[in-house]
């Protein structure tokens, strides 16, 4: 049985309960998102031949630390890094190393800040230098699908109506829908309730309430769905190597709709792809 509480209440800790933020929070949040799209922005850039996803990491911790934030990510459950940078067929959680990027590429750069207490969640796709018409169509196909599954957000309906929206579309560009990972709720703690599944059925999972807040986040493949986890335990990768796409917003639930947090500041939210 799902339940839903006051988020000033609730506990600092993931009780399985669907927190509802009020005015003073959905503030809080717009700040931390539009720090980590500020970032995101920056970026832009910065991506390129040549440049390790190290130095991008760099960026990431010392961007928090000029503006009074903490990257969620750093020493979170044994991971050392202030990012995750997934590239080509890695899925998601990516680790930054010292391998330069490689004309062609395409890159995933997941930021989440703490700021005042409250988390700022967002990824975006990046080109590196001139990329395939096969992966500029996965990138454009997947932030489609982010955007569809956001104008599903509203009171009353079921969040498997996001999933429903993400997996009709993707199917019928005749992609596929990562099942092992998902969105989450978001705000006070990094990962809360409820999961936000990018597949299903629109009568499937929790009733949406205004004042929910929570990430929308689908991975896209070019190939199959499935993915495995490799041997450092975070970096996950498409099983027959093909290439992976994800885009990422914060969104919260008002009364008519919602409110996307994380929107770029510059409006960058598609780096590389044609407006």
Known sequence: MVSYLDAATAPLRNTGQIRLY??????GMRKACQLTASCLDEL???????VTTDAIDRFVFEFGMDHGALPATLNYRGYTKSSCTSINHVVCHGIPDN?????????????????DGWHGD???MYPVGTIKRAAERLLE????????????VRPGAR??????AIQTYAEAERCSV??????????????????????????????????MIFTIEPMINLGRPHVKVLSDGWTAVTRDRSLSAQYEHTVGVTA????????SPKGLDRPGLPA
């Open 22 to 27: 009020g005015t003073e929070a959905f503030e």
């Open 159 to 164: 969040t498997g109506a996001i999933g429903a």
């Open 122 to 124: 967002s990824s975006r």
């Open 256 to 263: 008519t709709g919602c409110e996307i947090f994380t929107l």
């Open 44 to 50: 832009v850039d910065r991506v390129a031949p040549g």
């Open 178 to 211: 990562v099942r092992d990972f998902c969105g989450h709720g978001v705000g006070a703690l990094f990962h809360d309730a409820p999961n936000i599944l990018h597949y299903g059925n629109v009568n499937e999972g929790v009733e949406m309430r205004q004042g």
């Open 141 to 152: 196909v997947t932030h489609e699908c982010l955007m569809r599954g956001i104008a599903a």
């Open 99 to 115: 391998k330069p990027l490689k004309d062609g590429d395409v890159v995933n750069i997941d930021v989440t800040y703490i700021l």
